[in-house]
């Protein structure tokens, strides 16, 4: 029996499962469900959810739901195929990489969705990290849309900032090291992928990378993998273009 | 609970119960399977069975697999809701609608499934349908791949020349009538979009519709429906344009 992972791609925790499936060689099954009522698409699967959507991973009789703890079910059980890098080659390695999954877990994750999060709220042209804040435009904006555009603008405002000073770490120590457990793509550089990628590619929040070269670069590096680019290509949902 | 329907929008009897579904505005899930080897993803969605891929419809602790018996199901269970012509006002119009939806299933299906089968192998520049038959080129090809062709060829040349003959009958008929029942568009019609759309997208099986005026003008006119067209977008693998 195939791995099975149930869940949209366009989730982030789903996304960065699927990367590793893609690195380790794995063959596994995806299971999509979408709703639709008559001709219009039920939008879950474009609900960009703070701190993810739901995941369900099995394996040979295992369940799991976590993603970072699936990707270390998939590094320890296929450690013989695939990218062979991705957990380290011992035990030094590992706890290099543990460490930067942890920071990614613990520091990275909940401001960089939260970023995602309030920028699908907020209007695609609006001018955002400009140093003095979003601004919402004067009048003609509804007090309870106005509203829910300012918990937005605050809750981007304060995340941008928490992010901001976590990079500057990851900017020191990219400068030190080509990737972040050291000469190597593990899954801690994985592991930032689906949320990382998503702010380098939003013109509102692109600064906090591109202000950064060394994140830049390992940023540039890192999504330019086969496996990642893949997933990219299945989190585009078909219905984008449709007429509906 | 909502219907639920197992199976790819890229096989023609999905499609058909796809289409049904939005025509009557009702509440369904799609549950999609894709299976991938690592970075590759495993070709079976895009696998044109011959006769029809696997269906199951699931509503209410109904299962049904034949699509022709889903869209009965769905057009009696949802009469009161969506289009509510699409299967005749009453028992008049329904033994019309009854007798194209039997010569769809018994006539037109084998001989339009067998042609868009057989277009999938042979190679998209093929000039076929010529009135002189295809022509494979004369060197440069492996036997057993030039054996495979040569059965394609036949087979497309034998269905292109029963479905000629049907689509005359169709021909006469769509002189009389708007649409094959009657005056308004109904399951009849619908049961033919997969194929049917299918064989007039592609310039090697087009001359089949386009040669004949009122099957043109009839095809035109229900492939612009708004449930047909929602379908056609869901069935673009999102992974079309993959790398890989």
Redesign the interface.
């Known amino acids: 029996m195939?791995a099975k992972v149930f869940g949209s791609p366009a989730s982030s925790e789903v996304a960065r499962v699927m990367t590793c499936?893609?690195e380790?060689?794995?063959?596994?099954?995806?299971?999509?469900?979408?709703?639709?009522?008559?001709?219009k698409r039920m939008p879950q699967y474009l609900k960009l959810q703070p701190h993810g959507e739901a995941l369900s991973f099995e394996d040979g009789g295992v369940t799991l739901v976590e993603s970072r703890k699936i990707l270390r079910h998939i590094a320890d059980k296929y450690k013989n195929q695939?990218n062979k890098d991705l957990f380290g080659p011992g035990a030094l390695e590992r706890a290099s990489i543990e460490q930067w999954l942890q920071t990614e877990a613990q520091s990275f994750d909940i401001p960089s969705a939260e970023m995602v999060y309030s920028l699908s709220y907020l209007p695609p042209d609006m001018p955002l990290d400009t140093g003095r804040g979003g601004l919402l435009p004067v009048g003609g904006m509804h007090p309870s849309h106005r509203q829910k555009m300012e918990e937005m603008l605050q809750r981007f405002e304060k995340s941008r900032k928490d992010l901001g000073k976590l990079l500057d770490i990851y900017e020191q120590r990219l400068g030190e090291e080509e990737f972040l457990a050291g000469s190597k793509f593990t899954l801690a550089d994985l592991s930032h992928l689906p949320n990382a990628d998503r702010l380098a590619a939003d013109p509102r929040s692109a600064r906090l990378i591109e202000s950064r070269k060394n994140v830049s670069r390992w940023l540039y590096t890192i999504s330019g993998r086969?496996?990642w680019?893949?997933v990219k290509?299945?989190?585009?949902?078909?219905?984008a273009?449709?007429?509906?």
Chains 1, 2 share one sequence.
């Open positions: 195939p499936l893609f380790k060689d794995v063959e596994f099954q995806l299971i999509r469900v979408d709703s639709f009522r008559g001709p695939g086969d496996s680019r893949r290509e299945l989190q585009r949902p078909p219905s273009e449709a007429p509906f």
